[in-house]
């Protein structure tokens, strides 16, 4: 099969349908294999998930949803999100896959790029046997929200999401520090100390970036270094992406004006799609950035 290739189908999917799209995909779907079915649960459900699940079932798959801790808020709001959304009631069940703090992730080389040396999933991604992107497109004038966006940011764990969007670790505002060692107290890697002046700082080689001292300071003291322009974070969550890929069988559906699109590569759906709507080039950075690493 042509990895390249690119399917569709109505978005009112019978089971027949479904499983012949995930087949045209290449999905593995062995029976008794895992299938990490990636959606986002701050939005509603697609109405094509509930029928994907069952084709997955029908197939003797084992299937849930996962979605990520938020880069900044609280990650169990996340996981509150999925009943309010419908994800109950899809036929499979919600997963948080870093953890109820957003810290059980999992350490993987990035090769082939130019930006990461490494990239941080929730682990329980990385525990299945492939994984079933499932986006609702978005765009809006801060950005292109498709396949890439949803594996390299979505699926990364707090300290991921942090390593992508900034250019490094927290920062101490010591100005408004009040000395309260709530930081200090709430980290588990002895990245947050106190100085000899009663101030708090991050020590950087030990700060794994999960934010919790961000959202535990009072007075908002602690907060990232943003730093960095927005074709860098584009490139950096695409490198994500690759490096996700790269760990497990894949295949991506996206969801955009009733049509499912469906390949086995997130590069050429996102592609296909931002030219058919005139995406600026501004907004398909780690489309581009992707594209230039395979050609060389």
Known sequence: ???MQLFS??????VDGALKLLEAVGLPMESGSV???KVDFTKPCPPCLPVICDALR???CLAFLADTAPGYGDALKS???APANGYDRAGAPCVLADGVKGTDYELIPAKGVKLLRSAKFGRAILD???ILSVTELMVDESGYYGVIYDLGFGCASRAGKTEVQTSGKPVVDQSKCIGCKQCTTVCEHGGARMEENGKATIFPPKCSGCSRCMRICPTGAIHPNFDVTDASVQSKIAEYAKALC???PHAHLMMAAGTIYACADPV???KVCAEALGIPSSLTAGIEHLISLREG
Do not use: H, S
Request: no cysteine; aromatic share 8%; charged share 30%.
């Open 1 to 3: 099969m042509d990895n």
């Open 58 to 60: 029908e197939k003797g």
């Open 268 to 270: 050429q759906l996102d």
């Open 9 to 14: 189908a109505p978005g009112n999917l019978d």
């Open 79 to 81: 996981l509150w999100y």
């Open 35 to 37: 299938i990490a079915v």
């Open 128 to 130: 299945a046997d492939a």
């Open 246 to 248: 790269d760990m497990r």
